[in-house]
């Protein structure tokens, strides 16, 4: 592997090919592109820190913070549904599969969708 220099994504300085971590600021070598842009508005002191949860994981926490615990089951439960019903569909070869897997995966959708959804904001006083 040839040796070479990479500059860093958020405060441009150089770094050796020795370190998967910038020298200067600590970011690492490779990152995906919006923790690149948070970095860099936290650098030019434009945004709070970002956390240190993952996008992902905080939208599935923000989606069931609050819901009870039969609703989290609930929701849990589609996705296991839906995601079977995916692979059921890597595996169909017929269409009868064909048509349980895709029932599979619209239902396990629905069942999510219908156990993580907001309830209506509560109507002003007359």
Request: aromatic share 8%.
């Amino acid at each position: 592997m040839q040796a070479y220099e990479w500059q860093c994504h958020v405060c441009r300085r150089s770094n050796s090919a020795a370190h998967d971590t910038c020298t200067a600021c600590g970011f690492p070598a490779a990152a995906r592109g919006e923790d690149i842009l948070l970095e860099r508005a936290v650098w030019a002191g434009t945004a709070a820190a970002p956390s240190a949860t993952s996008s992902a994981s905080a939208d599935l926490a923000g989606l069931l913070a609050g819901l009870p615990l039969w609703r989290k089951l609930l929701v849990y439960s589609g996705v296991m549904v839906c995601g079977a019903g995916g692979i059921w569909w890597k595996l169909a070869w017929t269409l009868q599969s064909i048509g349980i897997a895709a029932l599979m995966s619209v239902g396990g959708l629905l069942l999510v969708a219908l156990a993580a959804g907001r309830d209506a904001a509560p109507s002003p006083p007359p």
